[in-house]
């Protein structure tokens, strides 16, 4: 419930509106500045972590929602059974970050794993790709990709399955990478056509389809991001009963284009872990939603309700959704969330929500 203000005959007097069902999620509509994390997020940080939720939360302008969230568990441990540990996620300031492998071997149980951490993360550099999926010269670099991560996935039972060594890995000269990638029998069928290419040579072709996959994955080499990404301080089953957890992770709006990548990679894994029967109840939590890439949002609201997640999306526009999503699933995404709260939206949203209320005629 949100405690708001409304004026009537001169008198300002106190309120509040009650929400409904929070697992049936919640869209958070309005232009900057309208309050959405002021009247809205603000609270459903508070209230859910007094009510013994784990939680997730995506902070764009990172340490404003934070803050709230590490403040209200402090005052509110005696809430739960096993109090959650507060984790970060920050490639920024080093000195307030936890190390997490988003490719945890552990988690990543068969190849479509792989291939579904690829996607996100060649979408995610691309997001041109997103409106092209299924063409040639985006599946290659995606399979290509997908076919790394497995081999390290699979060799030595995943002492170097980490992105970091994937990138590094990716780079090795095509001699000595593909005789080493078809040892795996797993991965034959993904590297195939790479390598009959290679051997009829047709390099022209191989590089567009294998460059692509280089270049983007060559701008998260850095030694920030090497640092976070190949730590094991925590694994991101947030809503483990045996040890519960509340996961805050940050971008930077100066760099949205790389960090964006990689915090849709751990937000992947995140929902994949999370989305099962007999966990605790679970709050996810995304600020400036548009900034990341994210394929399955509509499963997530429509499977999670039943698994006690309770997911919050916040949108400065339908219009800014679109942009980044593609017309086809960001109407999905509207449309399917059980509860939407606006504040000042202008043209296809406000159209959208008129729609949306209805009319009723009454005397």
């Not at 795996?184 to 390598?195: K, R, S, T």
């Not at 009963?241 to 990689?262: D, F, H, L, R």
């Not at 894994?269 to 007999?278: A, D, E, H, P």
């Not at 709050?283 to 509509?298: A, K, R």
Request: net charge neutral; hydrophobic share 40%; aromatic share 10%.
């Amino acid at each position: 419930n949100l405690p708001g203000k409304y004026k009537l005959k001169g008198k300002v007097r106190s309120m509040w509106i009650n929400i409904i069902n929070p697992f049936r999620a919640l869209a958070v509509i309005g232009s900057p500045g309208a309050g959405k994390s002021y009247f809205v997020i603000r609270h459903v940080i508070t209230q859910h972590i007094r009510k013994g939720f784990t939680m997730f939360l995506y902070d764009f302008k990172f340490d404003d929602l934070t803050k709230i969230a590490y403040n209200t568990l402090e005052k509110n441990k005696h809430c739960y059974d096993i109090p959650p540990v507060f984790y970060v996620i920050n490639f920024d300031d080093l000195s307030l970050t936890h190390r997490c492998n988003p490719l945890e071997p552990a988690t990543m149980e068969d190849i479509t794993d792989a291939s579904e951490a690829a996607r996100t993360i060649l979408l995610g550099l691309n997001r041109d790709w997103i409106k092209k999926q299924g063409d040639f010269f985006v599946e290659s670099p995606i399979n290509f990709l997908s076919a790394v991560i497995w081999f390290l996935r699979k060799y030595q039972d995943g002492k170097y399955c980490t992105l970091p060594h994937v990138i590094e890995l990716m780079q090795a000269h095509y001699d000595d990478l593909f005789p080493v990638l078809s040892t795996e029998p797993e991965i034959e069928v993904l590297v195939n056509p790479f390598i009959s290419a290679y051997l009829n040579r047709a390099m022209e072709q191989l590089e567009g389809q294998v460059a692509s996959a280089k270049i983007g994955m060559a701008r998260l080499s850095s030694p920030q991001l090497y640092y976070v990404l190949s730590g094991d301080e925590f694994t991101l089953d947030i809503n483990n009963p045996e040890a519960p957890k509340i996961v805050s992770m940050g971008n930077n709006p100066q760099k949205i284009q790389i960090y964006g990548a990689v915090l849709s990679l751990y937000i992947t894994r995140v929902i994949k872990l999370v989305n099962k029967k007999g966990k605790q109840k679970c709050s996810l939590i995304f600020d400036e939603f548009p900034t990341i890439f994210f394929n399955g949002m509509d499963s997530l609201i429509a499977t999670a309700r039943s698994n006690k997640v309770a997911t919050t999306l916040a949108v400065q526009d339908y219009s800014q959704l679109k942009k980044d999503y593609g017309r086809e699933q960001a109407e999905v995404i509207m449309n399917i969330v059980g509860n939407v709260i606006s504040g000042q939206v202008t043209e296809e949203t406000a159209k959208g929500l008129s729609e949306r209320f209805g009319k009723i005629v009454q005397t």
